[in-house]
């Protein structure tokens, strides 16, 4: 499986970028494939995940209801459109996958997790300036 990442860049306060992953090479018809990111000095955190068994898309508590996962199965694309952007959403965004996906709870806040994680993308940076 391979992952590539693109569409970062920087952005102000409020504003809105849509990342973009390609992915090639799954064998399986069950896996998960989501974001994950990371900020300098902080952990990583899950942003989202797709999981092919239920077809359901799983969000962290920090982006929920700002972020939208999709996809384009017919370019084998995955998207993260991410609106009403923080300075706290500063952090080189990743593309991963695995075998399947879930809600984790991180210090009380709910975070993607997906199991079996064994695929990453090199990440793209996004800059959100206040």
């Known amino acids: 499986v391979q992952l590539v990442e693109s569409g970062g860049g920087s952005v102000q306060a409020g504003g809105s970028l849509r990342l973009s992953c390609a992915a090639s090479g799954f064998t399986s018809d069950h896996y998960a494939i989501g974001w994950f990111r990371q900020s300098p000095g902080k952990e990583r955190e899950g942003v989202s995940c797709f999981n092919s068994d239920d077809a359901k898309i799983y969000y962290g508590d920090s982006v929920k209801g700002r972020f939208t996962m999709s996809s384009d199965t017919t370019k084998n694309m995955v998207y993260l459109q991410m609106f009403s952007l923080k300075s706290e959403d500063t952090a080189v965004y990743f593309c991963?996958?695995?075998?399947?996906?879930?809600?984790?709870?991180?210090?009380?806040?709910?975070?993607?997790?997906?199991?079996?994680?064994?695929?990453w993308g090199r990440g793209t940076h996004v800059t959100v300036s206040s």
């Open positions: 991963a996958a695995g075998r399947d996906c879930s809600i984790l709870s991180v210090d009380g806040i709910g975070q993607a997790y997906i199991r079996y994680l064994d695929r």
